[in-house]
């Protein structure tokens, strides 16, 4: 995934507009006096013009020390990106702008260095040491596009090394210090970097508000990398929450993005070939969840041109994988696995291919399942599963690891203020102590005061930074936590009441002892249901398999509800007489219990139970049902859920939940025929 990125990443900076070979103004303060540069003739820059590189090179050593050569060298550096003799070049310029005091020119020479390094190496010291070269020149002159380019230029860096809280909090700095600065450029540039290490991190939310931030400044943005950069990140954040709406918006504005770009650079029209390729991938996706199949017809014989006789290409991949969903979406699941295979031959052939296999590891799981190959669709989703959770705690070990290093690096900056201090305290003491003791050591006091109280807040912003991170990390035990915290102080304090008041009358004692009974047996589901999920999750729950009818199964959890509850009515109709399995009897008593009656419902609705035959095996379902009534949602109602959910999968079935827009809350479940 990181050398994606970085081959992603490339194509982006191809998009940045180049300076043309031209005489341009010395904004820096410090004025030259050559005064063969003022009586440089406009027409000599225009002749050099249509030099091809190895003339320009030919002519380097015999032109004066002027701004044409300057010029040159400027031109011969951008012309030799991605090659060794771009860093020999960038560093004359370097050499050549500082003997001129051209701090313009200066800027240009430390930012094309820095991308030298960016593309050619991992050096992120080497970054951030040009990087400091570069910041005072390009503030003294205010010229931010270059320095604020050179600080994405480590962002991303930081990304690609999977550094990603060094590279959120380099990039939080950045988009303050832009917005500080007025330059609009740096502050999207900001937000985009930091979309991208949300991405990679997989927190969504902080990523969507990012790209939106990016989104609102689009109109006031004078380059199209970032505008392409953000819109291809909103498009895939559209994909994967299923907003078909959003993700049209954002398509029409790409294409209208990459209209523009090569309008306006037609010479090089033929660089946006693979953003149409992502384009059209994106089409067929949002054709085909809106089962318009005409229209990706029409983007299938787009993918086929952008792709004929080229080498497999990233975004190629992205567009086999859309062709899947259509073919899936349309039952033709056999082209579909064809076109797997070729995706996972070439992934597999690729270096570090794990990190990029588990899409199409997901997607053959998907192809399996409407084949009915239900066991092989299994492992491919386990498999799938299991190469994420190695991604994702691998993730976390280094963010981990990046918290404990900026930790370490702020007791170290700590020690060394403490140094610092003491030093001056005593150098203060020496010189104080001979003009006035007194008035001298009040002064100490209060300067070692501000110093204390300044290192006591730092150190505290830190720590809170830390705390802030970690609660992202365990939303989930919190909300258990407060779940479970209810009912036990529910408990505590009614049972204080029954024990200091004795004066309770019968009626209030037996109300007192429901209340408490009623929160125990919250707590006591409460904790069932989250150790069934744990072992659930773990792999470790023990089934009890024994061939049993799924039917009689059904209609004896209708009768446990009805025996136990006869204010409870219901209705019972079946297309199947009987449907003979292997399973576990109880925990499917268990899963049907659930889906007709909650213990803690407020209302108690009639449920109707249909079963009919699909061609998955057999379908049940249950409207409207208080399970997946809204009214009952609760902690413990989602952990349920994910009970019955993994119950099923386990069995090859499959559980469906009503979504919040539908008036009737119901619950649906699959089952097979046969599990061995």
């Known amino acids: 995934m990181t050398k994606l990125l970085k081959t992603f990443a490339a194509i982006l900076l191809l998009l940045l507009p180049l300076q043309p070979l031209q005489a341009m103004p010395d904004t820096s303060q410090q004025a030259t006096s050559d005064s063969n540069q003022q009586a440089t003739p406009a027409n000599s820059l225009r002749q050099l013009q249509v030099l091809p590189i190895d003339s320009l090179i030919a002519l380097l050593p015999t032109l004066p020390h002027d701004s044409l050569r300057l010029e040159v060298l400027h031109e011969i550096t951008l012309s030799l990106q991605h090659t ?59 010229d931010y596009r270059d320095y604020f380019d050179g600080k994405k230029l480590v962002i991303n860096n930081y990304i690609y090394s999977q550094q990603y809280e060094y590279a959120i909090a380099l990039a939080e700095e950045m988009a303050h210090e832009a917005e500080e600065r007025a330059y609009i450029d740096g502050t999207a540039a900001a937000y985009f970097c930091l979309a991208n290490a949300y991405n990679e991190t997989g927190r969504l939310k902080e990523e969507s508000q990012a790209l939106q931030q990016v989104h609102r400044l689009f109109p006031l943005l004078h380059y199209s990398n970032i505008k392409l950069g953000t819109t291809e990140l909103l498009i895939e954040h559209a994909y994967r929450t299923s907003d078909t709406t959003a993700l049209g918006t954002y398509l ?47 983007h299938m014989a787009q993918v086929e041109h952008l792709t004929a006789d080229e080498p497999m290409h990233p975004y190629q991949l992205l567009a086999m994988d859309a062709l899947q ?67 994702n705690l691998e993730i976390s070990a280094k963010q981990v690891a990046e918290f404990h290093r900026l930790h370490h690096l702020d007791i170290l900056l700590q020690h060394q203020q403490e140094l610092k201090e003491r030093e001056q305290w005593i150098l203060l003491s020496l010189c104080l102590l001979l003009i006035i003791l007194c008035l001298v050591y009040y002064r100490h006091i209060q300067r070692l005061n501000q110093a204390l109280f300044q290192a006591k807040h730092d150190t505290e912003e830190a720590l809170q930074c830390a705390q802030r991170a970690n609660e992202t990390k365990s939303i989930f035990l919190a909300d258990l936590r407060q779940h479970i915290s209810k009912p036990i102080h529910a408990v505590v304090a009614l049972s204080k009441q029954l024990a200091a008041n004795p004066r309770l009358t019968d009626e209030e004692r037996a109300a007192t002892q429901q209340t408490i009974t009623r929160y125990t047996q919250q707590l006591i589901r409460l904790i069932n249901g989250v150790l069934d999920l744990s072992r659930l999750e773990a792999g470790m729950t023990k089934w009890q398999l024994a061939p049993c009818d799924l039917l009689q199964t059904l209609r004896q959890a209708i009768d446990e509800v009805q025996l136990h509850h006869p204010e409870i009515q219901i209705n019972y109709h079946s297309q199947v007489e009987q449907w003979p399995v292997q399973t576990d009897p109880k925990r499917l008593m268990q899963l049907f219990s659930s889906c007709l009656y909650l213990p803690y419902a407020a209302t108690h609705p009639i449920p109707t139970v249909e079963v009919t035959p699909c061609a998955e095996g057999i379908r049940i379902r249950i409207a409207p049902s208080p399970l997946a009534d809204t009214a009952n949602r609760s902690e413990e109602s989602t952990i ?35 599990r061995e």
């Open 640 to 674: 349920r859920h994910d009970i019955n959910r993994r119950t099923l999968l386990y069995f090859g079935g499959s559980y469906r939940v009503s979504s919040e827009e539908e008036s009737t809350p119901w619950i649906e479940i699959t089952y097979p025929k046969k």
């Open 325 to 391: 969903t259509y073919y899936l979406a349309t039952g033709l699941p056999e082209i579909a696995l064809l076109l797997n295979d070729s995706v996972l031959l070439h992934l597999m052939n690729e270096e570090g291919y794990a990190t990029s296999i588990v899409r199409p590891m997901r997607r053959r799981g998907e192809i399996l399942n409407q084949l009915g190959e239900y066991e092989r669709a299994l492992s491919c989703y386990e498999r799938s599963v299991e190469i994420q959770d190695s991604i």
């Open 84 to 142: 060794p003799a771009q860093e020999t070049y960038a560093r004359q310029l370097i050499a050549e702008a500082e003997l001129q005091h051209n701090d313009s020119q200066l800027c240009a020479g430390l930012y094309l260095l820095m991308l030298y390094y960016y593309n050619n190496t991992d050096d992120t010291d080497s970054l951030l040491h040009w990087l400091s070269q570069l910041k005072p020149v390009a503030l003294r002159i205010q």
């Open 252 to 298: 029409n504005e790409y294409e209208a993005l990459l209209d523009e770009c090569e309008a306006a650079s037609a010479e090089r029209a033929s660089i946006y070939s693979l953003h149409r390729l992502y384009a059209a991938a994106y089409r067929i996706y949002y054709h085909t969840m809106r089962q318009e199949f005409k229209e990706v017809e029409r």
